[in-house]
């Protein structure tokens, strides 16, 4: 079955971080990796990519189309589920995956400064 919804694509680093911090709160809906582990997309509410301004990430409208959500067969070729559906969280709030992942930038951004400062030792 076609779902509507829209995904947000993000450097893998700063989505992994996201989901983790996502899966001890509010909850994460849908995420896909690409086989090449450059990036993680995940599936928000239909309407997102008309706001969606997070630097160094995108948001795509699909509009349903082509989207068939299950477990055994993710939606795009050369990709796979990180987190698979399930019924709990259909989607990722995009209020909180926002939240989540300006949180997982300053982390990164902290523990790239601090291995700096440790390299310089």
């Known amino acids: 079955m076609p ?47 008309d706001a969606w301004d997070v630097p160094g990430s995108s948001c795509t409208r699909t509009d349903g189309r082509g989207l068939v959500l299950g477990a055994d067969a993710p939606p795009v070729e050369d990709g796979g589920w990180l987190v698979p559906p399930h019924t709990d969280t259909a989607v990722t709030d995009p209020a909180v995956l926002r939240a989540a992942l300006g949180q997982a930038a300053r982390t990164i951004e902290l523990a790239d400064s601090y291995q700096g400062r440790r390299q310089t030792r």
Not at 10 to 39: I, N
């Open 3 to 49: 779902a509507p919804c829209d995904l947000v694509t993000v450097p893998a680093r700063q989505g992994l971080e996201a989901v983790d911090l996502l899966r001890h709160g509010s909850g994460v809906g849908p995420v896909l990796h690409d086989r090449t582990g450059a990036s993680l997309c995940f599936l928000v509410p239909p309407g997102t990519a």
